[in-house]
């Protein structure tokens, strides 16, 4: 299994122990990309981005995000909105969670977990 897909396997149990239920894994909108996880409590729809490192003299997870990263995530969650109109009246948030990975076979792991990364205005 990849780091990546570890990552997100973590992330979503821990949405899950949060209470959200996951709504889409590896969203893809063609050219834009894809969200990793997307999921909802509520009345609320939150896209999340999800970084594994296991090496951390490169940074946190949650440095890894730029410019064209957060670009690309706004215009994936706009044609998940089309593609799922049900959705369109959710209110929207854009998480980050980051694992760092301590142990071999993701054993140690912490989690930080990022409410709106990026804001809605820029939606």
Do not use: W
Request: proline share 2%.
């Amino acid at each position: 299994m990849s780091k990546g897909k570890s990552g997100e396997d973590l992330a979503s149990k821990y949405l899950l122990k949060q209470g959200f239920q996951i709504v889409e894994k590896n969203f893809r909108s063609g050219r834009f990309g894809e969200i990793d996880i997307v999921c909802k409590k509520d009345d609320l729809l939150v896209f999340v981005e999800v970084r594994s490192k296991t090496n951390l003299n490169r940074g946190t997870p949650a440095e890894s995000i730029n410019n064209l990263k957060r670009e690309r995530i706004l215009k994936s969650a706009k044609y998940f909105l089309m593609k799922y109109p049900k959705y369109s009246n959710f209110n929207l948030r854009f998480d980050f969670i980051g694992i760092k990975v301590k142990g071999k076979f993701f054993r140690k792991t912490e989690i930080e977990h990022i409410e709106n990364v990026f804001s809605c205005d820029e939606f």
